[in-house]
Each structure stands twice: as structure tokens, then as C-alpha cells.
């Protein structure tokens, strides 16, 4: 990479800023190799611990809802990928509570780039990337084989939105609660609660649950349209839900993000710094 | 002296109670985090129920005491390795206390309000909504106290010791991540133990997870009796024994390997 001065910065076009972001992430995580390494192996056995948990309750019994262990396994796969995918982009909003509670959010307010912008570039966690994408890929091909799904174009385009929209979702998800911590000073601990418990619900059948737990996928946090609905409607199960359900998961995505982007811009204009 | 120790965990105890909005998030937390575990059960035994050897109330009741209290038994390793990073340490090591001692009281302080304040409202709203089986006698109710409180110190040593490593290595993210990991699918919590295949109990037995959650569940359910309760409990001290002289051999050369900036 060539020496970036002050002004080459200045004049890149977006795409070529977050790569040179992206490579500067890669190489703080990667200045401890040995220690990057152990990390990765240490999410990647952290997320693979719940899926053995599902592994072994599902060998004990033939079904959960109607479900057999591929299957479950097929909708699990997708909360590790759009995770994945998801966690590169927007580790900014995962550590909000601290870039706001250190000031750096300041440093960024002050940089002639949007704030979203760098804090989707800045510090992006590909360590998690990795991990999580490890064992989506693994559970997407190996339960996808098992179940015996017939990879047409249309169920491709399919799967590929499914996972955009899936991405999109969860980044509304981080961005909306950054924007409460903007407001609020602090809402980690509230979504860190709320998000584990959400992505815990979804890796099971949404229709094993009574309908309040329900209600937190569908309403507060709207992981049943990241990996349940798409998920039914590939194994062609219904569940007794609405058949459109899963088309309208393309459009939750996108709709989300674009309300969180809104809030975002709304939320950083009433932002007053913090300390005083 | 003992004063202190206690003051300690009496401190740490209301430390808790200081910020309550993070009181009402962790009862919460863990009514959904077992509601969800009693909906995955009772699924699975709508599909084949009576075929199992232990009923769902069982099952149940494992989740709502394993589940539930392994949120209150959560370990604070990261803390301890700060100061070792930090240097911090030396501070605690000035003091005339055992710093193990101070440790040990401060995650009994943690525990106790976890237990008291977040644990024990989820566990009556719980038990109120899914029910739960009532102990297998009179004696196995302090029985599975003692027993749980061994389990605690099983977790206790074993984040001591993780927290001890960070003398010799400076992020000890990965390694606590994969305890945690193994804690999860071992420890009986999410599988109880009469739901594990044959190859990994016979692993879990010859391990201190075994001590964990399994040990106090199997004294409560009544799935051990007479003498065999105290092989448990005896099994379940020695592991503390032997964890805590692990830590304390980590703690002895850790504390030759501590430099300091400047020192």
C-alpha cells in the first residue's frame, strides 16, 4: 500500500477508504498473531458450543416442533451468517457505548467523512467475521445437503437476499440502539440482554414458543425474519403462519434500516459530547 | 481480620444494588432465558415424552435451579487480569490480606446479590409459571444447598485460574471464552446430565464440570441417595481442593513473573 498523506485521505473515493480502513483493522488485529489466531478459535468454539447443545437435545429426540435436527441446524446456519457478515461492518455500533463514553465519537463529528460512515470502516472486529462465518458456512452446506435442498436459481436469489436483508436487520438493530445511547448515555446493557436473548430464541422454531417469548422476535428484535421465516420457506414448511411472511422479510430490512438511518441522523444532531 | 473479608463482600454485595435498572435487566434476562429453555423442553417431549427416563417436570426444574443460577455464578476473571496487566496488583498485594481471600469475598459478595436480587424474583415468577418438583426429601433441601454452594467454588477456582494465566500471557479473552464454552455444554445446565450420550459423561464424570450443576440437581431430583449423596459432595470437595491448589501454585510462580513498570 502506498504511504496515504493526510491529503491522499482526503481525495480517496469511499470504496477505496474502506479498504485502507479495513486493511488498518486487519493489521491491529493481526499484530499479536498467535493471539489473533487463539481468539478466532475461541469464538468459533464459543458460537459452535450452541450449536452442539441442539446437536445432542435433538439425537435424544426425533423433533422439536416439527423440526429434525437438519432442519434446525439449516436455521441456525443463518444467524451465523448474516452475523458474520454484519459484525464487519458495523463493529462501530457494537462499541458504541464506549467510542461515546471516550469522546472518540467527537474526533469522528470533527473528520470531513460521514460519521456513519467511519464508524462502519473504523476498527471493524474480523475476528468474529471469521469465527461466526466458520460455522455458518459449515452448518449452511453440511444441513443443507442433509436436508436435501435443491439449489435452483430462484431458491440462490433467495438464500443471497434472505442474508442482505438478515444483514440489514440486525445492523437497524445496532445503529437504533446506538442512537439510544446517544440519547440516553448508555444502553449497552439493555441490548446486550435483549440481543443475546433474541438470537437465542431464533435458533429455534418460532413456533415451539408461547406468544410472548413470540412477540421479542417478531416485534422488539425482528430475528424471525433473519432466519425463521426465509428458513420455512426454503424447507417448504409454514408452521401455520402467513405463506407471505417470508417474501416480507426482503422488505423488513431494508424499511428498518432506512428508519435507522433516520433516527441516526435525528439522534446525532441533539448530541452534546459527553462530560460536562 | 476476618471483618475485613466480610466487609468485602458485603460491599461488593450492595455495589449491585447501586445501579437498579441493571437489577430489573438481569431479572428479566433470566425469566426469558429460562422461558425459552421450558419451551425447547417441553417440545421435545410433546414429540416422544413418555418414552423418556426422567419426566419433563425434572427437566424442568433443572433448567429453572441450572439455568437460573448459572447467571448468579458468573465469574469476573477479566478484572483480575487487568490488574495483572496493569500492574495494579501490587496494590492488593501491599495489603495485609490474602489476595485469593479478598477475591474469593468479593465474588461471594458478587454472587450473593446476583442470587438474591436477580436470581431469586425470576426464580419465584418461574416457578410460579412452568411449576417445578419439589425436593426428593426433607434432607435433600440443605443437602442441595451445601451442594450448590460447592458448585460456586468450583467456578471460583477454576476463574481463578484462569484469571492467573494472564501472568504469562497478555489477552486472556480466548482462554476464558473457551472455559465458558465448555462450562455451557458440560457443566448439566443445558443438557442436564441424563440427557448427555454415554462417551461424553464418562469424560464429564472424570471432570470437575461433573461438580457443577449436575452434582446439587442429582441431590435435589433424588436421582442419588443414601451414601451415595456423600461420594458426591466428597467428590465435589476434593475438586476444590485440587483447583484451588492449582491456582495457588499459578499464584506462587505468577507472583516471581510479575514485573512491573519501572520495577
Redesign the interface.
Known amino acids: 500500500m502506498k504511504k496515504s498523506t493526510p491529503e491522499r485521505t482526503c481525495s480517496m473515493n469511499p470504496v477505496a477508504l474502506y479498504f485502507a480502513y479495513g486493511s488498518l483493522s486487519l493489521k491491529a488485529l493481526f499484530a499479536f498473531r498467535i493471539d489473533a489466531v487463539l481468539r478466532t478459535l475461541a469464538v468459533f468454539v464459543r458460537e459452535f458450543a450452541s450449536v452442539i447443545v441442539v446437536y445432542l437435545i435433538l439425537q435424544r429426540f426425533p423433533d422439536l416442533g416439527g423440526w429434525n435436527m437438519n432442519e434446525v441446524l439449516f436455521l441456525f446456519s443463518f444467524l451465523f451468517l448474516t452475523y458474520a457478515i454484519m459484525i464487519a461492518l458495523f463493529t462501530g455500533f457494537r462499541d458504541f457505548d464506549m467510542i461515546v463514553n471516550s469522546g472518540k465519537l467527537d474526533l469522528l463529528l470533527i473528520r470531513p467523512r460521514g460519521t456513519m460512515f467511519q464508524l462502519m470502516a473504523y476498527n471493524s472486529d474480523y475476528l468474529a467475521t471469521l469465527g461466526h462465518g466458520a460455522v455458518g458456512i459449515t452448518l449452511l452446506v453440511w444441513s443443507a445437503q442433509a436436508v436435501g435442498i435443491v439449489w435452483n436459481p430462484a431458491r440462490v436469489a433467495f438464500l443471497l437476499l434472505t442474508l442482505v436483508s438478515g444483514v440489514l436487520i440486525q445492523g437497524a438493530i445496532f445503529v437504533a440502539f446506538s442512537c439510544l445511547s446517544l440519547w440516553f448515555g448508555k444502553s449497552g446493557n439493555v441490548f446486550r440482554a435483549l440481543y443475546r436473548n433474541s438470537r437465542k430464541i431464533a435458533g429455534y422454531p418460532l413456533s415451539i414458543f408461547p406468544d410472548a417469548v413470540r412477540s421479542i422476535v417478531l416485534y422488539i428484535m425482528p430475528f424471525a425474519f433473519v432466519n425463521y421465516f426465509p428458513a420455512a420457506w426454503l424447507l417448504g414448511k409454514t408452521d401455520g403462519f402467513w405463506p407471505g411472511l417470508p417474501f416480507l422479510s426482503w422488505l423488513i430490512g431494508p424499511l428498518l434500516f432506512a428508519l435507522a438511518y433516520v433516527l441516526w441522523r435525528f439522534s446525532l444532531l441533539r448530541y452534546s459530547s459527553t462530560g460536562h | 481480620m476476618k471483618g475485613a473479608y466480610i466487609e468485602i463482600a458485603r460491599k461488593t454485595l450492595l455495589e449491585g444494588l447501586a445501579f437498579r435498572?441493571?437489577t430489573l435487566?438481569?431479572i428479566?434476562?433470566t425469566v426469558?432465558?429460562i422461558?425459552?429453555n421450558v419451551?425447547?423442553w417441553?417440545?421435545?417431549?410433546?414429540?416422544?415424552g413418555t418414552l423418556?427416563t426422567v419426566s419433563l417436570e425434572d427437566t424442568i426444574t433443572n433448567t429453572l435451579f441450572a439455568i437460573g443460577i448459572s447467571q448468579a455464578f458468573w465469574m469476573d476473571e477479566y478484572s483480575i487480569a487487568h490488574k495483572i496487566r496493569t500492574g495494579a496488583i501490587t496494590n492488593d498485594i501491599l495489603r495485609p490480606m490474602h489476595f485469593g481471600g479478598m477475591i474469593l469475598a468479593a465474588d461471594i459478595g458478587r454472587a450473593g446479590y446476583r442470587l438474591l436480587v436477580e436470581f431469586l424474583p425470576a426464580f419465584v415468577i418461574c416457578a410460579l409459571l412452568f411449576g417445578l418438583s419439589a425436593p426428593a426429601s426433607a434432607l435433600a433441601l440443605p443437602l442441595f444447598v451445601l451442594s450448590m454452594a460447592m458448585s460456586f467454588l468450583v467456578l471460583h477456582s477454576i476463574g481463578l485460574i484462569m484469571s492467573y494465566i494472564s501472568f504469562w500471557y497478555?489477552?486472556i479473552?480466548?482462554?476464558v471464552?473457551?472455559k465458558?464454552?465448555?462450562v455451557?455444554?458440560l457443566s448439566g445446565a443445558?443438557?442436564p446430565y441424563w440427557?448427555?450420550?454415554d462417551w461424553?459423561m464418562a469424560f464429564v464424570r472424570a471432570s470437575p464440570f461433573q461438580a457443577i450443576y449436575s452434582a446439587p440437581m442429582s441431590i435435589w431430583l433424588g436421582h442419588v441417595n443414601g451414601s451415595s449423596v456423600l461420594y458426591g459432595l466428597a467428590k465435589q470437595a476434593l475438586w476444590i481442593v485440587a483447583l484451588q491448589l492449582c491456582a495457588q501454585a499459578l499464584w506462587v510462580l505468577g507472583r516471581r513473573k510479575l514485573a512491573v513498570n519501572g520495577g
Open positions: 435498572v441493571n435487566i438481569g428479566l434476562d426469558i432465558l422461558a425459552v419451551a425447547i417441553k417440545a421435545v417431549y410433546a414429540s416422544t423418556q497478555f489477552n479473552f480466548s482462554f471464552t473457551i465458558n464454552a465448555a455451557l455444554v443445558y443438557i440427557f448427555m450420550p461424553m
